[in-house]
């Protein structure tokens, strides 16, 4: 069974960084064909994708937050950490962190989410 | 990079049926989108992949029959059949694009489905 947990602060104060931390279960970004991605949602609006880290070691970022963000894997600790610098109250959203598995060489979309956790610039 | 555009809501009686549409941008017609539901206060929930040749793989865990999608064109559609109180909850597509340093994943606005 797969599961993921958001942590972090429930408050952050403008131009500060960030920190949440992804603590997963169930599979092992040592294997290949493996990602964690990270994604937010501000109250009442849309999804939008932030960053993505495989079992390679690739990273991939959103192009409008690239300069900003950062993602690490400790496989040890089965955790993805994603660093995001100089908040600012639009930066106020549910993060998510989700699996992303490659299934018959085909790589699939967010299929396990965890449950978000409410982060607020203020 | 596609854009993908959702109706910001929709509404079905309890036992209807319901199609909710996603629409891609010109030039992505071959383009697989992924389908989540979002519960009120809950975290999205994986659906189905669909592409112009219906589902891709296979349904998210404990999606009942009663989902199905379709695609045509630049739409990709998801059916449900039978509507419950429990399908309430905004929809969302999904797609990635690209690869390399040009990957990307976007997001649809969203669909709120009110089940009357």
Known sequence: QITLK?????????????????TFSGFSLTTSGVGVGWIRQPPGEALEWLALIYWDDDERYSPSLKTRLTITKDTSKNQVVLT??????????????????????????????GQGTLVTVS | QPVLTQPPSASASLGASVTLTCTLSSGYSNYKVDWYQQRPGKGPRFVMRVGTGGI?????????????????????YLIIENIQEEDEGDYHCGADYGSGSNFV?????????TVL
């Not at chain 2, 994943?105 to 709120?112: D, E, I, P, Q, R």
């Open chain 1, 6 to 22: 958001e942590s972090g602060p429930t408050l952050v104060k403008p131009t500060q960084t960030l920190t949440l931390t992804c």
């Open chain 1, 84 to 113: 995001m610098t100089n908040m600012d109250p639009v930066d106020t959203a549910t993060y998510y962190c989700a699996h992303r598995p490659k299934y018959n060489s085909v790589w699939w979309g967010f299929v396990y989410w």
């Open chain 2, 105 to 113: 994943w976007v997001f649809g606005g969203g669909t709120k489905l």
């Open chain 2, 56 to 76: 891709v793989g296979s349904k998210g865990d404990g999606i009942p029959d009663r989902f199905s999608v379709l695609g045509s064109g630049l739409n990709r």
